[in-house]
């Protein structure tokens, strides 16, 4: 079996999380496993999502604050979308959920409330839900290129890879090459098992932001996916202090060795 073929997997199950990172605006990713946490399966993104809360263990009073500002106003828009986003951000994903969706049983109608709520649905793995409200989010008349982008990856972890793209494509009408989009755009192809498309529009994300890691990220995946290690490599250890570059090569060699075992099967 060749190297691109073992792309022809059932993209529901395989999507790597980056899709959804990139275009809900939620926890930034930091390299090439973030990237790819979902291509590994449950275990590996559960172990993922823990090191992040320990990560954020500093920010702990901050949090501790913003629990207390909510428990006072629960019906406080603002605080509730807040509170939702520090939730997403430290991990807590089933309670960012439950925060939000409260909060729009109380505010049906605000838009703000809703896009967050779509994106902790979605972080959270209902994604047809997710979709679903972030429909209400916008309207065709007034619409938001984050959320046309957010209802993109939605599809694509749906396994809708055409409809996530028109989504994209209308996203991009707003903003013309906005990297974030370009990136999930690519991605998207990649599960077409289209890597010469999904190279090309990374490419363009890359040339509109150099400085954006997790474009890097992307385009250096791809290129491995394509056996051209050395290029890939070369992208991840951009601006990278010797250790960390050292870690996000591993880290990239050790996805594509995942990815060739499954082509061996």
Avoid at 31 to 51: F, H, N, P, R
Avoid at 80 to 100: D, H, N, P
Avoid at 111 to 116: D, E, I, P, T
Avoid at 142 to 169: C, F, H, K, M, T
């Amino acid at each position: 079996m060749s190297k691109r073929s073992f792309l022809a997997f059932p993209p529901a199950r395989y999507l790597c999380s980056a899709v959804l990172i990139l275009a809900l605006g939620g926890c930034q990713t930091t390299g090439i496993e973030d990237v790819t946490g979902a291509l590994g399966g449950k275990q590996e993104s559960v172990a993922k999502d823990a090191a992040k809360a320990d990560i954020k263990a500093d920010a702990r009073p901050e949090m501790d604050a913003l629990r207390e500002r909510y428990r006072a106003k629960p019906s406080d828009p603002a605080i509730a979308i807040e509170y939702g986003k520090a939730l997403r951000t430290s991990g807590q994903r089933a309670q960012a959920v439950a925060v939000l969706e409260q909060a729009v049983l109380a505010h049906p109608g605000n838009k703000a409330l809703l896009a967050g709520y779509g994106r902790a649905l979605a972080d959270n793995g209902n994604f047809q839900q997710a979709f679903d409200v972030l429909g209400r989010a916008h309207s065709p008349e007034d619409p938001d290129w984050r959320i046309l982008s957010a209802q993109g990856a939605a599809l694509d972890q749906l396994g809708r890879n055409e409809e996530a793209q028109q989504y994209y494509a209308a996203a991009l009408k707003i903003v013309p090459n906005e990297p974030t989009v370009l990136s999930n755009l690519g991605l998207s192809y990649v599960l077409q098992n289209n890597l010469s498309k999904a190279e090309q529009v990374l490419g363009r994300a890359h040339q509109r932001n150099q400085n954006d890691a997790r474009v890097r990220a992307n385009l250096a995946l791809v290129l491995g996916l394509q056996g051209r290690e050395a290029e890939a490599e070369i992208l991840v250890k951009a601006d990278l202090p010797p250790d960390q570059a050292a870690a996000k090569v591993a880290a990239l060699r050790q996805l594509l060795a995942k990815k060739q075992q499954r082509a061996d099967k």
